[in-house]
């Protein structure tokens, strides 16, 4: 099943340290098979208030992501994006191609 990295980005001081992250992190992802969804994009937001970026990176399943995000090539570049940026950064299980919205009832 797939997992996800999901970031909602609040701020974002683009400098070296930031441009040294994002010329990185790609490599970082390889690995663990992780390839990004949605990098920043513009959102056409809906309903209530969306601040900042969106950034999702799906990986094959948590187990996955989570040996990513742990892993020494990603912890190496972690604090160039951590000490110049703001937000919150989740790992979160996916669902299967049959997953209807009452499953979460059972």
Do not use: C
């Amino acid at each position: 099943m797939p997992a996800y990295a999901v970031a909602n980005l609040h701020s974002v001081t683009i400098g070296p340290a930031i441009t040294s992250y994002l010329a990185r992190i790609d490599d970082t992802l390889a690995p663990f098979g992780g390839r990004f969804l949605v990098h920043g994009a513009k959102a056409d937001v809906m309903e209530g208030q969306l601040v900042g970026d969106l950034v999702i990176v799906e990986f094959p399943d948590l187990e996955r992501a989570s040996a990513w995000y742990s892993s020494d090539a990603y912890q190496e570049i972690l604090a160039l994006r951590t000490e110049n940026s703001d937000g919150t950064v989740v790992l979160i299980d996916g669902v299967p191609p049959d997953h209807r919205a009452t499953d979460i009832l059972d």
